[in-house]
């Protein structure tokens, strides 16, 4: 079968990636289309705009309070992946390298975590919080969201540790280094792959927090995006044009994250899972 017939019948594969691409890409055409038109425009949203409307952007900066918002969310999610990334990866190499029964127990421990919902904890959650003047704070939705996010973190870094060679820690003890050098100089430089899927993954959760952010951050000033999405729908009035606006600014940088990650974050799933 010569390479011309071979490609001819994989056409299928071609109309199958663009029917996908296309599912996916329709809510974000729909949401561009309703953030670029005032609310006196009743057309289908099917029907672009007959002219560029920028008053929804402003609203949702001056009415939703976008930009305090994005820099909180900015700040959280920040904090959130220093620590999920630096107290996971530390957390994962012993588990990776000692494989004794308290370790598997733990391991399991760990995955058992991530069966929890959240939800069926948050009152003794804020009641815990409010006793300890976390809510309304930056620290205390960091280690909430961060308390949540670390099993998969120390899941993913485990299996990645367990694949690289323990040969390589036994060659930097015979030349003296201990545990602690042996991670940063060996181990550390070999976790880009898993690290930019930890960032993405967590970084996304963190950034899309609704449901301890709801409750962890009730001053207006500490809102984060979410929040300042939900910000435009009450009992009695409703901006849908300005909330998809402020909705897409929020999802801008998760965007700009994943493309900037994708080659990393790619590599370092199929590593974790098939390694």
């Avoid at 044009?241 to 897409?248: G, I, Q, R, S, V």
Wanted: net charge positive; hydrophobic share 55%; aromatic share 12%.
């Amino acid at each position: 079968m010569s390479s011309t017939s071979a490609h001819s019948q994989q056409w299928w594969k071609t109309v199958l990636v663009v029917g996908i691409s296309a599912f996916y890409l329709m809510p974000i055409y729909i949401a561009i289309n309703v953030a670029l038109r005032p609310s006196t425009d009743t057309q289908s949203l099917w029907i672009p705009p007959h002219s560029l409307y920028w008053q929804n952007f402003v609203d949702a900066f001056q009415k939703g309070g976008v930009g305090r918002a994005m820099i909180n969310s900015l700040i959280i999610t920040s904090c959130c992946i220093v620590l999920i990334t630096l107290v996971g990866a530390f957390a994962a190499y012993p588990l990776a390298r000692r494989r004794t029964r308290v370790n598997s127990g733990i391991k399991g421990f760990v995955l058992g975590v991530m069966m929890v919902p959240p939800l069926s904890i948050l009152v003794s959650l804020y009641i815990t919080m409010a006793q300890l003047h976390g809510v309304s704070q930056y620290w205390g939705i960091v280690l909430t969201i961060a308390a949540f996010e670390l099993p998969l973190s120390i899941f993913l870094y485990t299996n990645f540790i367990a694949a690289i060679p323990s040969a390589l820690d036994e060659a930097a003890a015979i030349d003296g280094a201990g545990s602690v050098r042996t991670f940063f100089s060996i181990i550390l430089p070999q976790l880009k792959p898993v690290t930019a899927s930890v960032v993405i993954l967590t970084g996304m959760h963190a950034w899309n927090d609704y449901q301890f952010s709801l409750y962890l951050l009730q001053k207006p000033q500490m809102r984060s995006l979410p929040l300042a999405v939900a910000s435009f729908f009450s009992q009695t009035t409703s901006n849908v044009y300005a909330a998809t606006a402020a909705a897409l600014i929020a999802i801008a940088p998760a965007v700009v994250l994943f493309l900037v990650f994708q080659r990393f974050f790619i590599q370092g799933m199929v590593d974790s899972a098939v390694k």
